[in-house]
C-alpha cells in the first residue's frame, strides 16, 4: 500500500475463480501481474488468465492470455513470471492430445496489451516436462529454461531466447547433456543478460538417479 508498512486488507480479484495453477505475480515497480490457470469443471477444459495491478484500479479482472484453442492440461512452475520493468512474460507447459509443449507470452506495459498469442518455445515434437522457467533482460531479451523428455525416461534441460532486435525466438537448444536426469530449472537473468540456471538431478545409476545440484551461467551478447 501507499503508505509506508502497511498492508491493505486481502480482497477477491474481480471474476476470479480458484486456481488449478499459481497465482505467482510480480512486480514492475509501479505495479504487478498475477497469473494462474483455471479449469472451467462446467466444459472440463484449461485456461491461462492474467490479471494486472495498478495503484489506482487495484487487481483488474482476469484476462486470457493463452490459445482458446489449446484447452488441455496446464503446467505451472513457480519461476514462470518476469518483468523488466517494461514489460511481463510469462512461460507454461501443456498437453494437447498425446503432445506437450511450452509456450511463453509478454505483456507490454506502454499498451498495456498481451501478444495475440502464445508462441511455442519448445521444438513442437519432444514431449517438455512440466517445468519452464522464464526471465527477460533489460533489454527485452527472454529466455525461457525448461525440461526435455528424452531416451530412457531421461531428461534433457533445454532453452529457447527470445531477441528483441529480431523479435523471434531461437530454436531450442539443450543446456544439459544427453541420456541424464535433469529437471526443475530455475533461472535469474540479470538487466545485462547475464543469465543464471539452478536445477536438480544427474546421472541415472540403475533404476534411481544420483541426488546433484547443477548450475550455469550464460551471458549472452
Known sequence: KAAAGTWQYATKIPNSTLPD?????????????????????????????????????????????????????VIMNDDNLASNGASFWVSWAQSVGASRNVYATHYDIATSKWDALPTVVS???????????????????????????????????????FTASSGAWSPPAALSEDMKH??????SVADNGVSSVVFEGGAREGSGVSPVVGAQVKIFR
Do not use: C
Open 21 to 73: 495453477n499459481g497465482p505467482t505475480v510480480v512486480s514492475d515497480g509501479d505495479g504487478a501481474m498475477a497469473v494462474w490457470s483455471h479449469y472451467d469443471t462446467a466444459t472440463a477444459k484449461y485456461s491461462v488468465v492474467g490479471s494486472r495491478y495498478t495503484k489506482a484500479k487495484q487487481f483488474a479482472s482476469p484476462v486470457p492470455i493463452g490459445d482458446a484453442d489449446l484447452t488441455d492440461y
Open 123 to 161: 521444438d513442437g515434437e519432444s514431449i517438455t516436462g512440466g517445468s519452464a522457467a522464464i526471465g527477460v533482460d533489460g533489454h527485452g531479451n527472454a529466455l525461457v529454461a525448461f525440461e526435455q523428455q528424452g531416451a530412457q525416461n531421461s531428461y534433457l534441460l533445454m532453452f529457447s531466447r
Open 182 to 187: 535433469y529437471r526443475s530449472p530455475l533461472l
